[in-house]
């Protein structure tokens, strides 16, 4: 069952979306602030985390740990304490989050046979101990994004809506859990300083806002104050992909959501992202699906 409701308080507003699934809770959060603040937030819920900050910089303190994590838009980790307290300031005066919150003994029946990685931290639930996965916060990807919006925009309703939101809760699970453990191993040889990763976001969220007329490196690199070197080597760092290969999964990603969810015809579609024709188009999303956009229709 879906749930919105606008959320005011004294300097802005949050609008959240809520989905209930097997006790497991998720939820869409878009604040729009008019000041920058720190925002206290405390919950008794007895369950595992899991954020992914979609859009917005802030400071994210976590209170039974006592650590804080600067985080820019386009991250994710999970973490577990029973209460959870923590403070968010907000560095930015719009913040974009989106959460999956999974009942502990949920949890745990999830992660019997985890990796490694994952069954420390499930140690460390079941002791009640405080513990967030990794220090070393994820990358948001295209793969994840795509998974965040399927939950949102998704038709089913019923059992198949509860079975659609399971399925989708534990993917994003497992998502993270990889991306966290990868970035956690990687080392950091392009993007030395808070502020080439700042660029590095930015140049995803111009490419996320340009699909259908994508800028050129040259344009991308003079916009965000990168030469181009440092800015396919530290984008393929940041998000294990390069420019080019991200900007086409998430064209064709938006294409498959398209041909799902709307009416508009294969044709509208290639034309809508910028592919040259039609055939282009489908020959790009047989390589990357392993089937035609004709296929995906509903009424053929």
């Known amino acids: 069952m879906e749930d919105k409701q606008v959320i005011t308080y004294p300097n802005g507003n949050m609008t959240m979306t809520r989905w209930m699934c097997d006790d497991i809770l998720i939820g869409h959060g ?53 209460p959870f307290d923590m403070v968010v300031e907000n560095k930015t005066l719009e913040l974009e989050i989106f959460g999956v919150q999974f009942p502990r003994e949920k949890f745990l029946s999830f992660t019997q046979h985890a990796s490694d990685q994952l069954k420390r931290f499930a140690e460390k639930v079941v ?14 990807d295209s793969q994840m994004e795509q998974v965040i919006a399927q939950i949102r925009y998704s038709k089913y309703a019923g059992d198949f809506q509860r079975l659609f939101l399971l399925s989708k809760s534990l993917e994003l699970l497992v998502l993270s859990a990889e991306s966290c453990t990868a970035a956690e191993q990687r080392q950091s040889i392009y993007l030395k300083s808070k502020q080439d990763t700042e660029k590095i976001i930015a140049v995803r969220d111009l490419l996320n806002a340009r699909l259908d007329s994508p800028p050129s490196l040259t344009e991308i690199a003079r916009t965000v104050g990168l030469n181009e070197y440092k800015l396919k080597r530290g984008f393929k760092e940041k998000f294990n992909n390069t420019v080019f290969g991200y900007l086409t999964d998430q064209r064709l990603h938006l294409a498959h959501q398209f041909l799902r969810d709307t009416g508009k015809t294969a044709a509208e579609i ?21 089937f035609t956009p004709f296929s995906v229709r509903n009424n053929p």
């Not at 009640?128 to 990358?139: H, K, L, S």
């Open 127 to 140: 002791a009640g101990q405080p513990v967030i996965f990794t220090d070393t916060w994820g990358a948001l």
């Open 270 to 290: 290639a034309a809508e992202l910028g592919y040259a024709t039609p055939q282009h188009f489908n020959n790009a999303f047989k390589k990357k699906f392993g």
């Open 30 to 82: 878009l604040s729009s602030f008019r000041e920058l603040f720190s925002h206290p937030a405390h919950s008794d819920n007895d369950v595992v985390r899991l954020h992914f900050g979609l859009r917005g910089d802030y400071l994210f303190t976590y209170q039974q740990l006592g650590k804080t994590y600067d985080l820019i838009g386009g991250h994710h980790n999970f973490m577990y304490s029973h």
